[in-house]
T-cell receptor, first 116, second 116 residues
Framework: AQTVTQSQPEMSVQEAETVTLSCTYDTSENNYYLFWYKQPPSRQMILVIR??????QNATENRFSVNFQKAAKSFSLKISDSQLGDTAMYFCAFMKHGGGTDKLIFGTGTRLQVFP | DSGVTQTPKHLITATGQRVTLRCSPRSGDLSVYWYQQSLDQGLQFLIQ???????AKGNILERFSAQQFPDLHSELNLSSLELGDSALYFC???????????????FGPGTRLTVL
């Protein structure tokens, strides 16, 4: 069974600074996807970034980038130039490739507070 | 707006009661997923339906059941409710059944269930 671990319950960063959120996972699968989701106070789940395990290049979406270390089973999220609107819960998630289901397995989340 | 709708937004009920949560997927999406998010926790996968058929089951209690109707909307039935069932219940939808190609899951706004 796959597991996702986020060891930082809370993080804080000053506006315009850079912050890195950590995530580790455990799986015996070789093909899978990893995700970071943002959940602002509105509780809406918003996909931030996706990484395919077969791709060595780290995914980037504007101010968001990941550091994917497949051998170490590590998947961290870097937020550059932090903005007040980045304040939210961030969830790391795993999805097995194929297998008849696209179910997502989530970590317990990291609460990020961006201060002015 | 993800295009996934969930009703009701909020539900307050008493222990021992039964409730039904409703989800309408995005137009064209055939898969529906249900997730449970207890207070400040990660989302837990409950069940997936694809085109009316159950595709995968997670840690769904026997007191919970779900179905997907011919018009593709889905209902999650929770019975003999306990205090611990209080949570945010998310529905998500995607195009495919999870057979290999990546299909993004789009999340609804959730239903907040409070059991008193």
């Amino acid at each position: 069974a796959q597991t996702v671990t986020q060891s930082q319950p809370e993080m804080s960063v000053q506006e315009a600074e850079t912050v890195t959120l950590s995530c580790t996972y455990d799986t015996s699968e070789n093909n899978y996807y990893l995700f970071w989701y943002k959940q602002p106070p509105s509780r809406q789940m918003i996909l931030v970034i996706r990484q395919e395990a077969y791709k060595q290049q780290n995914a980037t979406e504007n101010r968001f980038s990941v550091n994917f270390q497949k051998a170490a089973k590590s998947f961290s999220l870097k937020i550059s130039d932090s903005q007040l609107g980045d304040t939210a819960m961030y969830f790391c998630a795993f999805m097995k490739h194929g297998g008849g289901t696209d179910k997502l397995i989530f970590g317990t989340g990291t609460r990020l507070q961006v201060f002015p | 707006d993800s295009g996934v709708t969930q009703t009701p937004k909020h539900l307050i009920t008493a222990t021992g009661q039964r409730v039904t949560l409703r989800c309408s997927p995005r137009s064209g999406d055939l898969s529906v997923y249900w997730y449970q998010q207890s207070l400040d926790q990660g989302l837990q996968f409950l069940i997936q339906y694809y085109n009316g058929e159950e595709r995968a089951k997670g840690n769904i209690l026997e007191r919970f059941s779900a179905q997907q109707f011919p018009d593709l909307h889905s209902e999650l039935n929770l019975s003999s409710l306990e205090l611990g069932d209080s949570a945010l219940y998310f529905c998500a939808s995607s195009v495919g059944p999870g057979l290999g190609a990546y299909n993004e899951q789009f999340f609804g706004p959730g239903t907040r269930l409070t059991v008193l």
